[in-house]
């Protein structure tokens, strides 16, 4: 299995990778660029051609950075879990690459449904999260949630597969929700963090 230090490396590239694609087609770019859009898909907020092109992947550099310190100080503190590790080490170079791809696309003049796209980068980070949430410890789930009762082993070994379930469900059902309407696909949002705030509060309470 690649080591943890060169899978690191490797998403520090793919996050800048992409910014040969902004190069490549610089000239072509407007000089005030959309970078952010409402819920019909209309522009409403705007930034420099350079900023974006340039900007964007170093700024998703250092969120990088963070996240991957963040959870590695965590799991220093509490005990590791290499598998939601690894798939934290790639969520920020996924969501860079299409965000980056998106937003150069229709700034080029191409037809993007920006929700859809939106929708369907949350339904991802639903699943790969709700994938993994599982081989987490008690302890590390605590510290997520810093300020709260720690949770009793007992009842994390049971919770830990509802929100697994609830996650990967959900984000299949965003996935399915981006052929139907907004409205649809933010109720199923709301559902699922609703179900997972019950979840949360069932994991604090029991047994306490």
């Given at each position: 299995m690649m080591k943890r230090s060169v899978q690191l490396w490797l998403s520090y590239i793919v996050i800048l990778l992409p910014?040969?694609?902004?190069?490549?087609?610089?000239?072509?770019?407007?000089?005030?660029?959309?970078?952010?859009?409402?819920?019909?898909?209309?522009?409403?907020?705007?930034?420099?051609?350079a900023v974006v092109v340039f900007g964007l992947p170093l700024l998703m550099v250092v969120f990088q950075l963070i996240c991957v310190g963040a959870t590695r100080l965590n799991?220093?503190?509490?005990?590791p879990?290499?598998?939601?590790?690894?798939m934290m080490i790639w969520i920020v170079?996924?969501?860079?690459?299409?965000?980056?791809?998106?937003?150069?696309?229709?700034?080029?003049?191409?037809?993007?449904?920006?929700?859809?796209i939106a929708i369907s980068l949350v339904a991802f980070i639903f699943m790969a999260i709700g994938n993994y949430l599982p081989t987490i410890?008690?302890?590390?789930?605590?510290?997520?949630?810093?300020?709260?009762?720690?949770i009793h082993p007992m009842v994390w070994r049971r919770v830990r597969y509802w929100l697994g379930y609830t996650l990967v469900g959900g984000g299949i059902l965003l996935l399915l929700s981006v052929m139907t309407t907004q409205v649809i696909a933010i109720i199923v949002m709301v559902v699922v963090i609703l179900a997972l705030f019950a979840m949360s509060l069932y994991s604090t309470l029991a047994h306490s």
């Open positions: 910014i040969l694609y902004g190069v490549a087609n610089y000239q072509a770019l407007p000089v005030r660029m959309a970078i952010h859009f409402n819920l019909d898909n209309q522009p409403n907020g705007m930034a420099s051609k799991a220093t503190h509490k005990g879990a290499p598998r939601f590790e690894r170079p996924v969501l860079s690459g299409v965000i980056y791809a998106t937003t150069i696309s229709y700034n080029l003049g191409h037809r993007m449904d920006i929700w859809r410890s008690a302890n590390q789930y605590a510290q997520v949630r810093r300020g709260t009762r720690p």
